[in-house]
């Protein structure tokens, strides 16, 4: 049974940090391509950051580059999204997805979401 389990979200003061995680199970991690999505009430859903399977290369929104970083930890079929210098604007709730082809067959699961609030 494919899940995407996050945690690491919660209420935190403009400027603050917080450090999201993503804990996979039923499925091959280390050959999916994993982002971070968010979607802030009345929004559609948009991608935050990206991380290939092996090589670790990264992307980001425009919107926060230079303040967040995602990272991969393969043995521990795990990701992560650092936040650091919060704003209201980045209020929203933050979703794990996972993106692969396996035999031939595209791929994508998705987490139930950590609430994520910026405000003072």
């Known amino acids: 049974q494919v899940q995407l389990v996050e945690s690491g979200g919660g209420l935190v003061q403009p400027g603050g940090s917080l450090r999201l995680s993503c804990a996979a199970s039923?499925?091959?991690?280390?050959?999916?391509?994993m982002n971070w999505y968010r979607q802030a009430p009345g929004k559609g859903r948009e991608l935050v950051a990206g991380i290939t399977s092996s090589s670790g290369i990264t992307n980001y929104a425009d919107s926060v580059k230079g303040r967040f970083t995602i990272s991969r930890d393969n043995a521990k079929n795990t990701v992560y999204l650092q936040m650091n210098s919060l704003k209201p604007e980045d209020t929203a709730v933050y979703y794990c997805?996972?993106?692969?082809?396996?035999?031939?067959?595209?791929?994508?699961?998705w987490g139930q979401g950590t609430q994520v609030t910026v405000s003072s």
């Open positions: 997805n996972a993106v692969g082809v396996i035999a031939g067959k595209p791929l994508r699961y």
């Open positions: 039923g499925f091959t991690f280390s050959s999916f391509v």
